[in-house]
């Protein structure tokens, strides 16, 4: 007698689903295209190089950094920044800039005009986009066009012709008698050119006389101003800060302040600290918004806007009046003045 | 031509295969419908309330930046009202324009002009030198709206140097009688209406634009594609804004957008100016409620299909696995495994499909069961029938050619048939008239023994039929009354329960008369060994007398002789010389030596009479059989030859020697002669070896002495053992008996001795001795 056959059991025995395993691959698959779908790219890290040219200019970096932690770049955590702080001296800042493209950095954000001209010529033939802050771009071939500048930089143009010619304005209107306007200025800075380009024929129809002494360094700056304090007679009534660094440095605001406190010669400021200083005004855009407005175009760089095609912006001017040393010089701010004034330091 | 198309065959596909696609169908598309209702009902309310939240927040966005526009106009037309413009010295007119400049940073320059387009007064946040926009054209509509006491707003223009939006505003001067005496405009930078846009929230991530009646951007949180004056005309929106699409209510529009993405966007124009503000929301964030639903439907309908595939699966193997179990049962059954069940034990139709199905393979099982036996049945039975048949041909050619007469008889019946043989034998015409003998009708009256017959062969029947079988001797006769001698073997057999006795008989009158005829010559034979044995001993007992006379009368003679000797010459002396001499000759020389030659001679005859009786006494003597060790025998025996085998510096071997059933003094002898002769006959030439073995078997014992002596010629071989044979070089003592003894010795054991020789090589004797003796000799 054969045994009985359990059909269907021992059979399919090795056919059996296994359901335990089923379920198991079908978890799996369910996490692995959640995963998939969920998961987070690693963020890039920018590396950004920050230049400042000469200390009055330094708080641009702290509106640029602050904006750009606003706009989701964390320090440390997705960005880097190399920030160099110079003193103006050109071989420095150019040494500064090669490092930084040899670095392969992904930006460098180069203030005021010097650094930014500087960081122009460093970046030929790399792509590594600039954004400049401060700087001017009239007569300098630092960008193309306000709405195209070309290239691969882009930034926060400083209105150096309006604004000097403006100061020029003020400082006629707080001393309406100032016949000769004492000028020194770095002759080689970039916006010197264009900033005298719109003095001369203003001071012209204004009737006055502009004393300049052009120089091109500090010492020459100093020597310049301390035989100006040994002329006799002086022979100005009036001093305007010009754009440039040796004006805006402590060291040459210094030596003028000096000599025009000692001759009690009026001021017209160029850098907000300027006014603070002993300056009668100053007249400046803000470097904070600068910092920041410069901020926004990395951000549309890194987000892949070229920055040649990005239109440069400019940043609004504003008035700081210290009444005091107007008051001190004996001298009046109008009423209509005070009123177009964003600052009154009294 | 008619073409056929042939079809292909359907491919085989498991309905489990086939369930689970249908299930998986069923279930997708129920899920499909589900979410797509879900998902359409869900678009539909989420498009409406999308549409009425655009449209507020365009609304919000338009006020937002009307009111920016209403303030510059609300700053301008308080400073006319207030500032008494037209009563005031050209100084105060420009103090009162610088306080307003410094109000309101978006106000670059503020112009007074006098009812003549004469400028009044002037002020600027630039330096002089930069120009402002006051075009004829410009002044023309500015006098012409003023004119009609409105507001005025130029359409939007950019700055030289810095590329932004700039727009000419302007409103009427009156004096307090309500006369027009010039107007007040004012250069409003458009920037500073960005930041404006820029804050106006549109969900979470959309956006809102100014455009103006051209499609140029003039407002937008992306600065740079303002100062890039960019026209968007391109942009569905901005076109329907252009050509003046009247707005339709709770119209939702998707289209590309500034960004160059798919949104949900609106426009509502300003009025004054003619601007638009355009809002964008990302078509993801606006239905973003839909998109949630979506991907929670894609979820759900991959987990569905997820859980479709597995539920179905598994439905479809539970469906099927009974199904299968069947289809395999079926597959089984078919193959004639009839013992196969369906362990399906479900309460439905299908457990009840597989109960009956058990049950129709048990009938099935029970049917075929008979079936195959039946078939099973009657093969064995043909096949035994044909075994039997070829048995029944194989008997009946042995019952029919058997040489021996083989007949059933029952004690009751008597014969029942009987083969040709048995016919013949009974001297019967057929088997018809055999059958008809009774078996008393085969036998004489009474048997040699004296027996009645009848008696007799109850007896022998009897006993076959106790025994099963029974040999027995029997004188039959035949029909016609010869008597011959038989033997009759009766076998018990049981035919369709009777009993019956099958007889054997074979005809032995033939042998019993060479039986008869062999006993007598036995008889005979004894007799004559007998007589031989008597006239042996008789002969040589008898033979002994004469001779002792022959040797006593020799002696005799030769003291006869002895006498005459010493009397010789007195004897002789008489006689001539010649005579003398030949009569001394004889009685000193001739009669000494034939005395001599008698008395050898009846020295040797005694011998030989000695031997003869020494070997009629051994066929005579009786034998006493007892187990031996012939080791010692062989033992003893060399010792008694050590100074030989010295001698001949000998090498024996003696191997184990079994023991020997056998008489004590004849085995010693037979031994004792063997290895007398193989150390007498070592061959001088070379050392000798003897070498003595021994094998028993159930029968016999075998002892083998074998030595590399002079050997025996081949023709000599025959003779070995016949009494006074000697062969070879004679030159040793002896008479030629010792192997005669041994080999009639050896027939008394029941046994032999064997030789096989070769001249110079050696002899070997092999003595055979019979484990039981007593049964012969």
Same mark, same amino acid.
């Given at each position: 007698m054969s045994t009985k056959t359990e059909v269907g059991i021992t059979l399919n025995k090795h056919t059996e689903f296994n359901w335990q395993i089923a379920l198991v691959i079908l978890l799996v698959i369910t996490i692995g295209v959640f995963l998939s779908i969920h998961a987070k790219k690693r963020p890039r890290v920018y590396r950004v190089g920050i230049i400042s040219g000469?200390?009055?200019?330094?708080n641009i970096a702290d509106g640029f950094k602050t904006k750009m932690t606003g706009l989701g770049y964390l320090e440390g955590k997705n960005i880097i920044y190399d920030f160099k702080k110079m003193d103006g001296n050109p071989a420095e800042i150019e040494q500064v800039l090669n490092k930084f493209v040899a670095d392969k950095l992904d930006l460098i954000f180069a203030f005021p005009s010097e650094p930014a001209v500087a960081a122009k010529a460093a970046t030929r033939g790399t792509n590594i986009p600039v954004v400049f802050a401060m700087?001017?771009?009239?007569?300098?071939?630092?960008?193309?066009?306000?709405r195209h500048p070309g290239g691969n930089i882009t930034g926060v143009r400083f209105p150096g012709l309006e604004s000097t010619v403006k100061r020029f304005e003020f400082l006629v209107e707080i001393?309406?008698?100032?016949?000769r306007i004492y000028l020194v200025y770095d002759?080689?800075?970039?916006?010197t050119a264009t900033a005298l380009a719109g003095l001369r024929p203003m001071a012209k129809t204004k009737g006055i006389t502009l004393v300049e002494d052009p120089v091109t360094n500090l010492e020459e700056f100093r020597t310049a101003v301390r035989k100006r304090a040994e002329?006799?007679?002086?022979?100005?009534d009036a001093i305007l800060l010009m754009p440039d660094i040796l004006n805006n440095l402590p060291e040459g605001f210094g030596t003028i302040l000096e000599f025009a406190n000692k001759h009690k010669i009026p001021i017209g400021g160029g850098m907000g600290l300027t006014a603070d200083m002993g300056a009668m005004f100053s007249f400046v855009p803000d470097n904070i918004d600068q910092g920041m407005l410069a901020a926004s175009l990395a951000d549309k760089i890194f987000k892949g806007t070229p920055a040649g095609s990005i239109p440069v912006v400019t940043p609004e001017s504003h008035l700081r009046l210290n009444y005091k040393v107007i008051q001190k010089l004996g001298l009046t701010a109008t009423e209509g003045l005070l009123g177009m004034a964003d600052e009154i330091i009294r | 031509m008619w073409n056929y198309k042939v079809k292909k065959p359907k491919s085989y596909r498991s309905l489990s295969v086939t369930l689970s696609i249908a299930f998986l169908a069923l279930s997708l598309t129920v899920l499909l419908t589900a979410s797509g209702l879900e998902i359409y009902f869900n678009f539909q309310n989420q498009k409406k309330v999308v549409a009425e939240q655009q449209q507020l927040i365009a609304q919000k966005a338009a006020d937002t930046v009307k009111n920016f526009i209403q303030e510059k106009f609300s700053l301008l037309e308080t400073a006319v009202r207030l500032g008494n413009l037209t009563n005031i010295r050209p100084e105060e007119q420009q103090t009162t324009l610088e306080k307003l400049l410094g109000i309101n940073p978006a106000f670059r320059q503020i112009i007074l002009l006098n009812?003549?387009?004469?400028?009044s007064a002037k002020i600027s946040r630039?330096?002089?030198?930069m120009p402002f926009r006051l075009t004829k054209e410009v002044e023309n509509a500015i006098f012409s709206k003023a004119g009609q006491e409105k507001k005025y707003i130029s359409r939007v223009y950019l700055d030289?140097?810095?590329g932004e939006p700039l727009v000419i505003m302007a409103v009427p001067v009156k004096n307090v009688l309500g006369d027009f005496k010039g107007i007040l405009m004012a250069e409003v930078n458009l920037k500073f209406m960005w930041d404006v846009v820029n804050e106006i929230?549109?969900?979470?991530?959309g956006l809102a634009y100014v455009i103006d009646k051209q499609g140029r951007?003039?407002? @937008?949180?992306?600065?740079s594609r303002v100062l890039k004056e960019?026209?968007?005309?391109?942009l569905k929106e901005v076109n329907d804004f252009i050509i003046g699409e009247p707005l339709t209510e709770n119209k939702i529009e998707i289209a590309k957008g500034i960004n160059n993405t798919y949104v949900v966007t609106d426009h509502l124009p300003l009025g004054t100016p003619d601007w638009a503000v355009v809002i964008e929301l990302p078509v993801r964030e606006a239905y973003a409620s839909v998109i949630r639903v979506l991907g929670i439907s894609a979820w759900v309908i991959f987990l569905g299909i997820a859980l479709t595939v597995v539920a179905g699966i598994y439905l479809s193997r539970k469906i099927t696995k009974p199904i299968i179990k069947l289809r395999d049962a079926t597959r089984k059954i078919s193959t004639g495994e009839l013992d196969t069940k369906i362990n399906v034990k479900l309460k439905n139709e299908i457990g009840e499909l597989a109960a009956s199905f058990n049950q129709m393979v048990e009938n099935l099982s029970k049917t075929t069961v008979s079936r195959d036996h039946l078939a099973q049945e009657v093969t064995e039975r043909k096949r035994t029938e044909e075994a039997l048949k070829e048995s029944e041909t194989r008997y009946k050619t042995i019952y029919e050619s058997s040489a021996d007469a083989i007949m059933l008889a029952s004690p009751?019946?008597? @014969?029942s048939s009987g083969n040709p043989a048995a016919i013949k034998l009974f001297e019967c015409r057929d088997e018809k008239e055999f059958i008809s003998?009774?078996?008393?009708?085969?036998?004489?009256?009474?048997?040699p023994d004296g027996q009645l017959s009848s008696v007799k062969a109850q007896e022998m029947m009897t006993k076959a039929v106790k025994e099963g079988s029974h040999l027995f001797e029997w004188t039959h006769r035949t029909k016609k009354g010869r008597e011959f001698f038989a033997t009759v073997l009766l076998n018990r057999m049981e035919l369709q329960n009777k009993k019956f006795l099958q007889a054997t008989v074979r005809d032995i009158t033939e042998h019993k008369r060479e039986e008869e005829r062999l006993k007598r010559y036995a008889t005979e034979l004894a007799r004559a060994n007998e007589e031989v044995k008597e006239f042996a001993y008789i002969v040589s007992h008898d033979l002994r007398a004469p001779l002792v006379n022959i040797k006593g009368f020799a002696a005799e003679l030769r003291s006869v002789l002895k006498t005459i000797d010493s009397n010789l010459n007195e004897i002789l002396f008489n006689l001539d010389q010649e005579k003398k001499q030949k009569i001394t000759t004889a009685f000193q020389q001739d009669i000494p030596e034939a005395l001599d030659f008698i008395d050898s001679s009846a020295t040797s005859m005694d011998g030989f009479i000695n031997s003869l009786l020494k070997l009629s006494r051994m066929g005579r003597r009786e034998m006493n059989f007892e187990p031996i060790n012939p080791v010692e025998i062989v033992e003893t025996t060399l010792k008694g030859l050590a100074h030989q085998l010295e001698q001949h510096r000998a090498k024996i071997t003696v191997g184990q020697l079994p023991e020997v059933i056998g008489d004590r003094t004849a085995i010693e002898q037979i031994i004792g002669n063997i290895l007398s002769n193989a150390v007498k006959y070592l061959d001088p030439v070379r050392t000798g070896e003897i070498e003595i073995t021994g094998e028993r078997n159930e029968e016999e014992t075998t002892l083998v002495i074998r030595d590399n002596g002079r050997g025996i010629a081949k023709e000599d071989i025959a003779r070995v053992?016949?009494?006074f044979r000697r062969f070879g070089k004679q030159d040793t003592q002896g008479e030629g008996m010792g192997l005669a003894f041994a080999h009639t010795l050896a027939h008394r054991h029941n046994g032999d001795i064997r030789c096989e020789s070769e001249l110079d090589a050696g002899t070997t004797f092999t003595i055979i001795l019979s484990n039981h003796p007593e049964q012969g000799g």
């Open positions: 000469a200390e009055p200019f330094v700087a001017g771009i009239d007569g300098n071939n630092l960008v193309e066009s306000v001393v309406p008698r100032a016949k002759k080689n800075y970039p916006n002329a006799n007679p002086i022979g100005i | 009812a003549q387009k004469q400028e630039l330096s002089t030198l030289e140097i810095t929230k549109v969900g979470t991530k951007l003039i407002a @937008f949180g992306n600065v960019e026209n968007l005309t391109g009751e019946k008597g @014969f003998l009774s078996p008393a009708a085969v036998s004489p009256e009474y048997q053992f016949m009494p």
